[in-house]
Nanobody, 118 residues
């Protein structure tokens, strides 16, 4: 049974930082972070290929850094210069196949809440 366990969410003031982690129970091709804010649709934050190539959404470029450790089956998201609009539930997701679309995922974590206050 696939398990993705996220950690690192919490509350922070605007301008602060948080680091999210995700532990995967299997071997992933693409991995990614997605988020869903209150009353909003889920959106892609960043994805990373198995060989470490990241793709960022425009709204996090220069502020967030996605990384992974394949030996530890782990995914990370370093979030700096956080803004209130970054408040959302953040989901870790993984792909078990090498899809052409790097944002296509097969499994999702339960989500971790990030709250940024002004």
């Amino acid at each position: 049974q696939v398990q993705l366990v996220e950690s690192g969410g919490g509350s922070v003031q605007a301008g602060g930082s948080l680091r999210l982690s995700c532990l995967d129970s299997g071997n992933a091709y693409s991995m990614g972070w997605f988020r869903q804010g209150p009353g909003k649709q889920r959106e892609n934050v960043a994805t990373i290929s198995r060989d470490g190539r990241p793709i960022y959404s425009e709204f996090v470029k220069g502020r967030f850094t996605i990384s992974r450790d394949n030996a530890k089956k782990s995914l990370y998201l370093q979030m700096n210069s956080l803004k209130p609009e970054d408040s959302a539930v953040y989901y870790c997701a993984v792909a078990r196949y090498p899809y052409a679309d790097p944002s296509k995922m097969d499994y999702w974590g339960q989500g971790t809440l990030v709250t940024v206050s002004s």
